[in-house]
């Protein structure tokens, strides 16, 4: 099983934006999801936006307003727009695929990539 790749982190300036990419191929049986998460030093882990096969879209209060997520599906990409970034952004960024058979869940993660918002 090939993990998804995610990349575009990097160190932004607060109210800047950046934009994170994820390789991670829809053509799985069950495929039902794709999304980020998010975690940072002494927080709880999480779940920043999310993309359904069907293409609906869900976002956290935290970054609603701020970030898009979107997919370019023959290209296999998930990409994550963040703008109007802030210190509490600052998070090793994660993307996962989900995918459902028989009623069971399976998930998929990549390595993550680092996202640092600060002066």
């Known amino acids: 099983q090939v993990q998804p790749v995610e990349s575009g982190g990097g160190l932004v300036q607060p109210g800047g934006s950046l934009r994170l990419s994820c390789l991670v191929s829809e053509s799985v049986f069950g495929f039902t999801a794709t999304g980020w998460y998010r975690q940072a030093p002494e927080k709880q882990r999480e779940l920043v936006a999310t993309?359904?096969?069907?293409?609906?879209?869900n976002y956290a209060d935290s970054v609603k307003g701020r970030f898009t997520i979107s997919r370019d599906s023959p290209k296999n990409l998930t990409y994550l727009q963040m703008n109007s970034l802030k210190p509490e952004d600052t998070a090793v960024y994660y993307c996962y695929r989900e995918r459902v058979v028989a009623g069971y869940k399976y998930d998929s993660w990549g390595q993550g990539t680092q996202v640092t918002v600060s002066l």
């Open positions: 993309i359904t096969a069907a293409g609906n879209t």
